[in-house]
Each structure stands twice: as C-alpha cells, then as structure tokens.
C-alpha cells in the first residue's frame, strides 16, 4: 500500500467512528484539509480522487456517489457515502501488531505520574473542604494550569 493512502484510510475510520455509523460523508475539500492539517500530507483533489478509486479497487473502501436534481433539473452532485471494508481492520490490526512487534508502546512517565497523584491528593483535600463556586473553579482552572504546563 502507497504511503499516502495510509493517512485517507485512518482519517476515514475515524469519521466512521466519530459517526456512530457504519458510514461517512465528508466531502472532499474537508477531506483534503484535514489531510493537509492533521496528517501533514498535502494532497490536490484530483490525487484524492486517484487514491480512493485505488483504495476502491483494492477492495479497502466502498463509495456511493450522491446526486440529485435540481431545480432547473440538472444534476447536483451531494458528498459521497464512504464505507470501511473488513479488510481495513485486519490492515490496522496487523499495524498494531507490528508496532508491539518493534516495541512501540505508550508509557506515562514518572513526572506524569507524580502530577497525577499530586492532583489526585488535592482534589481530596477539596471534597473534605466546601469552597465557594467562584473559589473552587479558580482552584480547578488553577490545577489543570499545572497538570497541561
């Protein structure tokens, strides 16, 4: 699989999931943003069209193409239906296994830990106190300053 088809087929699981759907529709100027904003991979329309004719020959996605008539009866073209195939998460499945594979994991570092348990503490120590609103959410903006920074 081409390098570039990987961040289409990951964005599209994603909306799917977001969808709570077994589809999605985001049209292909967003498509192409999101690309170029999230996944850093600039891609002209005509090149996302390639890639999903290719994703669709491969048997990874399914699209149904949305039209209607007008007014004036001329066709007006809708954003297309996008649908995940199985053999997407099988693709994603043996991703993450490759990663666990190398050793790729996610651990939470002992700073981390620390904060999070010094959080903790303090949020205790506020059940026991009984502050004012306005003072309990200057204390809540206040931690939260200091777990993010």
């Not at 990951?10 to 996944?39: A, M, R």
């Not at 048997?59 to 149904?64: E, M």
Request: proline share 4%; net charge positive.
């Amino acid at each position: 699989m081409i390098a570039s088809k990987e961040p289409i087929l990951k964005l599209l699981t994603y909306l799917i999931k977001k969808s709570t759907k077994y589809y999605c529709w985001p049209s292909q100027e967003s498509i192409v943003e999101i690309l170029k904003t999230q996944y850093s991979c600039q891609l002209s329309r005509r090149t996302l069209n390639r890639h999903l004719r290719k994703l669709e020959d491969q048997s990874f996605i399914k699209r149904i193409k949305r039209t209607s008539r007008g007014p004036d009866n001329q066709p007006r073209f809708a954003s297309s239906l996008y649908f995940i195939k199985k053999k997407v998460f099988s693709w994603l499945k043996q991703q993450a296994e490759y990663l666990k594979f190398i050793g790729f994991s996610i651990r939470v570092s002992i700073v981390d830990q620390k904060k999070a348990a010094q959080a903790k503490a303090q949020a205790e120590k506020l059940q026991d106190k009984r502050l004012p609103p306005e003072e309990a959410l200057a204390y809540l903006r206040k931690l939260k300053a200091s777990l993010v920074g």
